[in-house]
């Protein structure tokens, strides 16, 4: 299991594109047994995915090429091969938002009520998809060296010269936190979650607070400077934005806004602090930390933030159900 026994499901369909069009395809259904629960017209959740699949592949594509230019400058053709390799799952978040926006505002449906129903099943998608790394040995961490360490799912073997390499198996690390997120916005988005766009929120929120660990241990993420992994960046902003939004729902009260302030800077320390010591020539630099370190100042930073929104979130009552009016 270390070592997958081929690219192929089945010569020449790879397993890459069969996970990653199976996770489209449960999300596709999830999303549409919602749809008459939520009160939407039949088929529109099929409609809207004619328009998000495309559009959600041609922006992680974008995405990739545009933090990756050095691998396509010199050959710009290369940049429409998409069969060669080369998407990023964020690319395809950030147009698929896009283009719900725009469908949402000509169906005149509510922006917030499609994402929430999509919310479930495109976690899920995630999680099967990140199967494809696997098989694509791709999406690895950091070389393995303890022996104890070295099994399966902890670490895969990677090609390297003759032989194989232990790496830290992050794909299945990712996969695993996705799948933890779609149990949590199945369990809790009828019982819990009950203003509109709280499902997506919760889900964008938890998703980057787990991306942003695991982004810090892979081998191959994508750079918008030198040293700034970009993934990690937009995970951040991210997480801060949905934090602030939840102070809509506390003006009447300071209490949360001295919460998040607490929050946000003891975050903020954790990235400044080993940078100005740097600085000071007391500490190494942070990207050359022990990976222990690294990890310990990533964990702080989301657990701070998780607890926050946690705290932000609130009561809320039954006139805020949003499936109150659909109930069985």
């Given at each position: 299991?270390?070592?997958?026994?081929?690219?192929?499901?089945?010569?020449?369909?790879?397993?890459?594109?069969?996970?990653?069009?199976?996770?489209?395809?449960?999300?596709?259904?999830?999303?549409?047994?919602?749809?008459?629960?939520?009160?939407?017209?039949?088929?529109?959740?099929?409609?809207?995915a004619l328009w998000l699949l495309p559009c959600?592949?041609?922006?992680?594509?974008?995405?990739?090429?545009?933090?990756?230019?050095?691998?396509?400058?010199?050959?710009?053709?290369?940049?429409?091969?998409?069969?060669?390799?080369?998407?990023?799952?964020?690319?395809?978040?950030?147009?698929?938002?896009?283009?719900?926006?725009?469908?949402?505002?000509?169906?005149?449906?509510?922006?917030?009520?499609?994402?929430?129903?999509?919310?479930?099943?495109?976690?899920?998608?995630?999680?099967i998809g990140r199967w494809?790394?696997?098989?694509?040995?791709?999406?690895?961490?950091?070389?393995?060296?303890?022996?104890?360490?070295?099994?399966?799912?902890?670490?895969?073997?990677?090609?390297?010269?003759?032989?194989?390499?232990?790496?830290?198996?992050?794909?299945?690390?990712?996969?695993?936190?996705?799948?933890?997120?779609?149990?949590?916005?199945?369990?809790?988005?009828?019982?819990?979650?009950?203003?509109?766009?709280?499902?997506?929120?919760?889900?964008?929120?938890?998703?980057?607070?787990?991306?942003?660990?695991?982004?810090?241990?892979?081998?191959?993420?994508?750079?918008?400077?030198?040293?700034?992994?970009?993934?990690?960046?937009?995970?951040?902003?991210?997480?801060?934005?949905?934090?602030?939004?939840?102070?809509?729902?506390?003006?009447?009260?300071?209490?949360?806004?001295?919460?998040?302030?607490?929050?946000?800077?003891?975050?903020?320390?954790?990235?400044?602090?080993?940078?100005?010591?740097?600085?000071?020539?007391?500490?190494?630099?942070?990207?050359?930390?022990?990976?222990?370190?690294?990890?310990?100042?990533?964990?702080?930073?989301?657990?701070?933030?998780?607890?926050?929104?946690?705290?932000?979130?609130?009561?809320?009552?039954?006139?805020?159900?949003?499936?109150?009016?659909?109930?069985?």
């Amino acid at each position: 299991m270390s070592i997958p026994y081929s690219r192929f499901i089945f010569q020449p369909i790879p397993w890459y594109s069969f996970l990653i069009v199976s996770g489209a395809l449960i999300a596709i259904i999830l999303a549409s047994r919602e749809e008459k629960r939520a009160g939407l017209k039949k088929d529109t959740v099929l409609d809207l995915a004619l328009w998000l699949l495309p559009c959600g592949i041609i922006g992680a594509r974008i995405y990739y090429v545009v933090f990756s230019w050095d691998s396509f400058r010199n050959d710009f053709w290369s940049v429409f091969r998409v069969w060669e390799g080369g998407i990023a799952i964020y690319g395809a978040i950030i147009a698929g938002f896009l283009v719900i926006a725009v469908f949402s505002r000509r169906r005149k449906i509510s922006l917030w009520a499609l994402c929430d129903i999509i919310a479930p099943g495109l976690v899920l998608a995630q999680a099967i998809g990140r199967w494809g790394n696997y098989f694509n040995m791709e999406a690895y961490g950091a070389e393995i060296t303890d022996p104890a360490l070295q099994f399966f799912p902890l670490g895969v073997q990677i090609a390297s010269g003759s032989g194989y390499v232990w790496h830290m198996a992050t794909f299945f690390y990712e996969s695993l936190w996705d799948f933890l997120v779609f149990l949590f916005l199945m369990a809790a988005r009828r019982k819990w979650l009950r203003r509109e766009g709280d499902v997506f929120c919760f889900y964008a929120f938890l998703y980057g607070c787990g991306r942003l660990v695991v982004e810090d241990l892979r081998m191959d993420s994508l750079y918008a400077a030198s040293s700034v992994r970009v993934s990690q960046l937009l995970s951040v902003v991210i997480c801060v934005v949905l934090l602030i939004r939840y102070l809509r729902f506390a003006y009447a009260d300071p209490r949360p806004y001295l919460i998040i302030g607490v929050c946000l800077c003891c975050g903020a320390l954790l990235f400044a602090l080993p940078v100005l010591a740097y600085c000071l020539n007391l500490v190494i630099h942070p990207a050359e930390m022990p990976l222990g370190g690294r990890l310990l100042l990533l964990g702080l930073y989301a657990v701070f933030n998780i607890a926050t929104l946690f705290i932000l979130y609130g009561p809320s009552g039954k006139e805020e159900v949003r499936y109150a009016i659909h109930a069985a």
